[in-house]
């Protein structure tokens, strides 16, 4: 089992286990994200936004070919909002295997333990920022990682107190949690 460390990082866990589900071609999204939540929209072609990201919350839109912003859409000052355009499949896992992360313990004090679980060999990039999207550390690996369960230490000794998101980056799935430091 390889280990990754990451000095003085800490994580907390929101979404970890995600369903196989097919993602609809085109999608648009109009509900407002209130502070505290996470969420990742994807479509396979166009994605459309025309709803409100709230302080304290974070959003990531995904699609084929582009993400619109209408108006109507606002990201508030200390949201996290992020819109990418990349190849997005119907089936995220087509072989039925999905990538989990998850964290504990969560909220921690100095150390959590974040652990995810790959459905297929894959290179992986490890990436925590704060609260208002700011990259605190990222970690590109350069090998592909079999499949398999993974662990990375956390160190959060340096960081203040609050909410980071650690988002775990394979070349298929993206998954990010919610950390929580005490």
């Given amino acids: 089992m390889r280990h990754l ?3 003085s990082a800490l994580f907390l866990l929101t979404t970890a286990v995600a369903v196989a589900q097919e993602y609809p071609v085109q999608q648009e999204v109009s509900r ?3 502070g505290g939540s996470l969420t990742e929209e994807k479509a396979v072609e166009y994605l459309t936004g025309r709803n409100e990201v709230q302080a304290g919350a974070a959003a990531y839109y995904v699609a084929g ?3 619109t912003l209408q108006p109507g859409f ?6 996290v909002f992020q ?3 990349e190849k997005v499949v119907s089936r995220p896992s087509e072989n039925g295997g999905i990538l989990t992360v998850s964290a504990y313990p969560n909220p921690f004090e100095t150390v959590s333990e974040v652990q995810y679980v790959l459905p297929a060999a894959s290179k992986v990039s490890h990436t925590l920022t704060d609260g208002q999207g700011k990259i605190i550390r990222q970690v590109d690996a350069g090998e592909v990682q079999a499949a398999g369960k993974y662990q990375t230490k956390v160190d959060g000794q340096d960081l203040p107190t609050g909410v980071y998101l650690y988002q775990v980056q394979t070349d298929r799935e993206r998954k990010v949690i919610r950390l929580l430091k005490k």
């Fill in 5 to 7: 460390f990451l000095p």
């Fill in 32 to 34: 407002t994200l209130t």
């Fill in 65 to 67: 070919k582009s993400v």
């Fill in 74 to 79: 606002t990201a508030q000052a200390g949201s």
């Fill in 83 to 85: 819109a990418s355009v």
